[in-house]
Every structure is written in structure tokens, then in C-alpha cells.
């Protein structure tokens, strides 16, 4: 009855509200919690960080049942990109430990940029010293050095962080118009 770019963009934006709702009651819930540091540019930031995560997965989740024939079979495949999301993330392995031949993988993974806005945003201006692995860094420079997160890019992972979303938003729509899986 409707363009598939119309129902598209209107799928799409009914979940924004209920997102921005979620991550606000994630954000009252475990920010105080984990006794993260109360500056508004630091609340931001976890907000921003969560929103935009949440985005990705949901608009994946549409995305895999626009791909394919039905739930079942979108639910196996989101299995796998789960799997590759957290094992290339950078918090089992560090970015600068993953091997060159696997770090195109790291940089492409949208789990590695929420690690990074995440961590970053909330520990890496602080320049207090720290006892790591035998010896006194501050937390900042263990930050580079240990996970390779600099507080200087974090704009760049924000600009990442929401392209993420779009790109998938778009790609849905796209599928949304072009594949049909209904038999006559």
C-alpha cells in the first residue's frame, strides 16, 4: 500500500523516540552506579555513546529481517555478526595486540568505536597516576598505550558512532524496496 521508502523512513523514526527513552533510563540507572564522574560533558558523552549503540543494533536487527525470507533465519545471522562484534571489539584483544592483517577488522567493527567513546570520553582526560602492570603511568597515557584510545579523536568516533546507524538505516530501506520474498 505504502512506498517502500516511506514505510522505510517511517520505521526507522518510530524507534528513535523509544531509544532516546531507553538510553536515558540506562543513563539513570548505571552512570551514578558505576560512579562515573558527574560532569555534564561526561553524561553527554555516555548518553551520545549508548544512543548511537542502541541505534546500530536495532537498525541492524531491521536490516537482518529485511534481508532475509524470515526471523528464524535473520536471528542465526545476527548470531554471527554478534560473535565478530564482540571478538574484534578491542576488549578481549587490545587494538594494538590485534595482528595487522586482522586490524582492518577492528576498525570496522562498531563495538570497537563504542569502547572507544565509552572509555574515552569518561577516563581518558584524567592524568592520574596509576600503578599498571608494575609500573606508574597515568591513566590517560595507559589508555593510548594499553588500548590505543586518544581523547584527542573523539570526535572522529563520534562521527563514526553515528554513521553507523545511518549507513544501516539506509541499507534497510534499500532492502525494504528492493527484495521480496513473497511467492505468488
Given at each position: ?56 543494533y536495532n537498525y541492524l536487527g531491521m536490516l537482518l529481517v529485511s534481508l532475509t ?53 569518561q577516563y581518558g582526560d584524567i592524568d592520574k597516576e596509576i600503578i599498571v602492570f ?51
Open positions: 500500500m505504502y512506498s517502500p521508502w516511506a514505510y522505510a523512513l517511517a520505521q526507522v523514526t518510530v524507534e528513535i523516540p523509544y531509544l532516546l527513552i531507553q538510553a536515558l533510563a540506562y543513563m539513570i540507572i548505571s552512570y551514578p552506579m558505576i560512579g562515573y564522574y558527574g560532569s555534564a560533558y561526561k553524561v553527554f558523552w555516555n548518553f551520545y555513546v549508548m544512543f548511537c549503540t542502541m541505534m546500530f525470507p524470515n526471523f528464524m533465519i535473520a536471528s542465526i545471522l545476527s548470531t554471527v555478526f554478534y560473535t565478530l562484534f564482540n571478538l574484534f571489539s578491542g576488549f578481549l584483544i587490545t587494538g594494538p595486540k590485534i595482528p595487522n592483517w586482522w586490524i582492518w577488522l577492528y576498525y570496522m567493527m562498531p563495538t570497537s568505536w563504542a569502547l572507544n567513546g565509552m572509555i574515552t570520553s608494575g609500573e606508574t603511568k597515568s591513566l590517560s597515557s595507559f589508555l593510548e598505550d594499553y588500548f590505543g584510545f586518544h581523547h584527542d579523536r573523539l570526535p572522529i568516533t563520534a562521527v563514526v558512532l553515528i554513521f553507523y546507524p545511518l549507513v544501516l538505516a539506509f541499507l534497510f530501506a534499500y532492502c525494504i524496496g528492493k527484495l521480496n520474498f513473497f511467492r505468488r
